[in-house]
């Protein structure tokens, strides 16, 4: 819906020869007053971030030896990105870090990555370990870089080590995945070349940064003047997800295929109503997934997908997949060939495979990862360099495929043990290991199982002799010292493991024992049915309500949809008062009443919008708020969008096919057949629905000019919309009512359209001269006739004739020149040309996304005034010396030079001041930078 905003020129392989910084400052430099970040904070221009950045240069600078990393405990908003950013300024690679992770795994990347300094908030026992002993390592909070100098000079080059990831080793040592500068940008030039951002897009970021995927989020929307769109997904739940994907009007989603299914379960509608491209890789894309997204996202909304890795640094296979695919398979194929990505299947010896066979992936390409970070061994037995190609480099990710005779590449899983949940590496050894590591276990092995595309991880561990364990105490232990993402979701305790002959485990024995039907339901002791319905249906197992959350297994995913569930079904809410031990029971009796939207007047007014969420339930527009009482139609169209208020729904869905896909429209529903009460009592009714409408548009980011419109019945709303509106500081282009006029002084453009046939509501059958009365009320007002009669005007037979209508109204009204106040806004500099004869040259460049008409049609001119000695540097109060008219129209990001003599000095000091003004509407105001003062010598 936005109006489209000057591109900023697209990544190109001449980026390669430079770092990272130089493409961001030029884009912020481009776009400095564009938002870069939305967060939990609010909005982050691409000014306010660069400088931000440089003060995390500075102090990285300053405090990191030149080789070593700078380790990044922060929460996922804008301050991790400004210290990567920082970062990569200075030359310093930077460690990504999750503040929730236990803190002695964080000790351990920290201490294995040689980090020289470690920023952020932190665990409370992880600064002291930071902070002291022999290997001391200085700490700074994010507080402190906000009022630290900031860097004034970069030492990165291309070859510079950007980050190193971590990821879990077999053996439970980290293992950290290096990539230098160069390689960084490669990834995003390629992902950008795909995805095609530009500065009015705005890209979703649901990960948290130490997740190799986030890399293209971050620096996908950064480096081409997107705006980066950051939500904490575990920290804030489905529901604020969800909120947020739709008021920030994200059009870029970008969600591993586990979390795509829980955005959808837990909406009620379209969980990304303006996407037009669904970026999804990381883990299993099954067939099911596709049909489900493509239900729940925008028709038309583009469905990228594919596979890589964190040691091959961005995706060795990828295609968007067309929208008549059917993969005819349980997994959707993870696509083609990427250029400058070869793969091919190989077989234990080395060499490829036939067509058509499977074997283990192998990918060369000179932009994959340099290595692991300090261990040269196991850089060398991994990253083989190719003879025949210098440069190139070559990597086994460990997963199996197989090549289909259309080129499209299967996955069919990992070669080895390793296992991916949503989007993570999972090495069943390292889980293994630390159970093997507690008092009174034998052994150990992790069994991945997959129900309905969801894996989760089942421990089974065998007691030593004379050792009696519980299974829920030794989760609750590896809490203490594994990530999330390693617990297992159970843990089982066996007499015995089952072993084959050879003392191998038996693993087919296994799964069966895991299979194996449990004990019955335990009695729900009181708690309601329904209550328990719903957790074992986001669960999909049957629950006992008196074992603790950590011996039930859900991850934070499904705690998540289970709170949104409980809200909407229920009416109760249980964030808060979940923790490890919390049980079914206890949430039951912790649950509160579920947030109430903000308060509103009850009774019928209420009562009213209720119904209208109701009826407007079939619409097969876009919900542009919970209820569904607003509808989007034809998102993506280009013209000026059209408000309207029908009678009906069939109305709206209707007069959206007609207008056709280049015309958004925003349908509402008015009070028709609602009725029932008195005079007084109908119009608070009305009232109150146009307030509820209007709390509603003005919360999305709309266009800063609309047209307003409505039927009969609907017209007291649409005015009511458009008053709000133009209050708000948007342009109503056109008020537009249908066989209805309002008694009502009203200034701006309007149009009555009235049926041909309509004997009742037409005033040509009542009056010799049906609109000479207008003019006490109307400045800009006309009429047309339509075919039809009225309550038939969006039959098939008339909607043509009054959609002719509405367009020629909406074309002339995107050629009027009176501007919003969001749009008056202006970019200025003026020099001196030539002293003696007085003559200056005035840069003007449009920074909106509206066009600046010529000054013949729409009186906008240069104002200069000269200023007496008591006057400061801005606009005096009194009529300008000089009026310069636009000479011609000035389109949204370019820019137009004039050159003109000043007007006499009249008061004798030398200095002029130039400003924009459309004549009698109102003055410009003038953007960061510009500099409108001319000081004579």
Request: net charge neutral; aromatic share 6%.
């Amino acid at each position: 819906m936005s109006a489209p905003c000057p591109p900023v020129p697209g990544l190109a392989a001449a980026d390669l020869a430079h770092p990272l910084w130089p493409r961001f400052a030029r884009v912020a430099a481009a776009r400095p007053a564009h938002p870069a970040i939305l967060d939990e904070h609010g909005e982050l221009s691409y000014a306010a971030l660069l400088s931000l950045a440089l003060r995390y240069g500075g102090v990285i600078s300053a405090r990191v030896p030149d080789g070593a990393p700078v380790a990044l405990c922060l929460r996922t908003d804008r301050h991790v990105v400004a210290a990567m950013l920082g970062a990569l300024f200075a030359g310093r690679p930077y460690v990504p870090l999750d503040p929730t992770y236990p803190a002695d795994h964080l000790t351990r990347v920290i201490t294995h990555s040689g980090a020289g300094l470690v920023i952020g908030e932190m665990p409370a026992d992880l600064m002291p370990r930071a902070g002291t002993g022999p290997g001391k390592i200085g700490t700074v909070s994010a507080a402190d870089v906000v009022t630290a100098a900031a860097a004034t000079r970069g030492e990165a080059r291309p070859e510079s080590p950007a980050y190193v990831i971590y990821t879990s080793g077999s053996t439970g040592a980290p293992k950290g995945v290096w990539q230098d500068q160069r390689g960084l940008l490669h990834d995003i030039l390629q992902y950008t070349q795909v995805v095609q951002p530009t500065c009015a897009d705005r890209h979703s970021l649901l990960y948290s940064p130490c997740v190799n995927g986030a890399l293209r989020d971050i620096y996908g929307a950064l480096l081409t003047g997107a705006t980066l769109c950051m939500s904490d997904l575990r920290g804030e739940g489905l529901h604020k997800v969800l909120h947020d994907l739709m008021a920030r009007q994200v059009t870029i989603l970008h969600a591993m295929p586990p979390v795509l299914r829980s955005l959808i379960r837990a909406a009620s509608g379209p969980i990304c109503p303006e996407a037009r491209f669904l970026y999804t890789a990381g883990d299993r894309f099954l067939t099911e997934d596709l049909r489900t997204v493509r239900a729940n996202l925008p028709e038309g909304c583009a469905i990228y997908t594919g596979i890589g890795s964190t040691e091959c640094a961005t995706l060795y296979r990828q295609w968007i997949v067309p929208g008549d695919f059917a993969p005819g398979c349980e997994l959707v194929p993870v696509g083609f060939a990427v250029e400058q990505r070869e793969m091919c299947l190989v077989d234990e010896s080395g060499q490829e495979v036939a067509p058509g066979e499977i074997g283990q992936i192998r990918v060369s390409s000179p932009y994959i990862a340099r290595g692991y970070w300090n261990d040269a061994a196991l850089t060398q037995g991994s990253f083989l360099a190719d003879p025949a190609r210098p440069g190139w480099r070559s990597f086994q990710p460990g997963d199996l495929g197989r090549l289909r005779p259309d080129g499209l590449l299967e996955f069919l899983g990992r070669a080895d043990r390793q296992i991916k949940i949503r989007g993570y590496r999972i090495e069943p050894a390292e889980i293994e290991a630390a159970l093997r590591r507690r008092a009174g276990v034998a052994d150990a092995v992790i069994v991945p199982r997959t129900r309905q595309g969801k894996t989760s991880l089942v421990a089974v561990v065998e007691p030593a002799d004379g050792a009696h364990l519980d299974g829920g105490a030794l989760r609750q232990e590896l809490r203490q010292t594994l990530p999330a993402q390693l617990q297992p979701d159970r843990v089982v305790v066996l007499d015995r493991l089952p072993r084959l002959g050879n003392f191998k485990l038996d693993v087919t024995a296994l799964r069966a024992l895991l299979d194996r039907p449990g004990s019955p339901p335990v009695p729900s002791g009181g708690l309601p049915g329904r209550y328990l319905s719903l957790w074992e249906k986001i669960l999909r197992r049957s629950i006992d309500p008196d074992a603790a959350l950590d011996t039930i297994g859900a991850d934070s995913l499904e705690l998540l949809e289970l709170e949104l569930v409980l809200e909407r079904e229920l009416k109760i809410s249980i964030r808060g008062a979940i923790s490890p031990e919390a049980t079914p029971r206890s949430l039951w009796h912790a649950a509160l009443p579920a947030p109430e939207r903000p308060p509103t007047r009850r009774g019928a007014p209420e009562e009213k919008l209720q119904a209208l969420a109701a009826l407007m339930a079939p619409s097969a527009g876009i919900p542009l708020d919970p209820d569904g009482l607003v509808r989007l139609y034809n998102h993506g169209g280009q013209r000026m969008p059209l408000l309207w208020c029908v009678n009906q729904v069939s109305e709206a869905d209707a007069l959206a096919r007609a207008l056709g896909t280049e015309q958004p429209l925003i349908a509402m529903r008015s009070l028709a057949g609602l009725g029932g009460e008195d005079r007084r009592a109908a119009t608070g009714a009305v009232r109150q629905v146009a307030e509820r409408y209007i709390e509603i548009l003005l919360a999305r980011d709309l266009p800063q000019c609309v047209a307003v419109g409505g039927n009969c019945q609907a017209v007291p709303v649409a005015f009511q919309i458009a008053a709000a509106l133009s209050l708000a500081g948007h342009a109503i282009g056109s008020l537009i009512f249908l066989e209805r006029m309002l008694p009502l002084p009203y200034g701006g453009r309007m149009l009555i359209l009235f049926g041909r046939d309509s004997h009742r509501h037409n005033p040509a059958f009542q009056f010799a001269d049906p609109t000479a009365g207008w003019g006490r009320y109307l400045r800009d007002g006309h009429c047309a006739i339509i075919d039809g009669t009225h309550g038939q005007f969006f039959r098939p037979e008339n909607i043509g004739s009054l959609t002719e209508a509405l367009r020629r109204e909406i074309d002339a009204a995107a050629e009027g020149g009176w501007l919003p106040a969001l749009a008056r806004r202006a970019e200025m500099s003026v020099q001196i040309v030539s002293e003696g004869e007085r003559r200056i040259s005035i840069r003007l460049r449009n920074p909106n996304t509206l066009a600046f008409e010529a000054g013949e049609d729409s009186h906008i001119g240069l104002a200069v005034h000269a200023l007496d000695r008591g006057e400061e540097d801005a606009r005096p109060l009194r009529v300008p010396d000089q009026m310069i008219p636009l000479p011609r129209r000035v389109l949204p990001g370019a820019q137009i030079e004039i050159t003109t003599a000043l007007p006499v000095d009249r008061f004798g000091t030398g200095r002029y001041l130039v400003s924009l003004c459309e004549e009698g509407v109102g003055w410009f105001a003038l953007t960061a930078g510009s500099d409108p003062v001319i000081r004579l010598p």
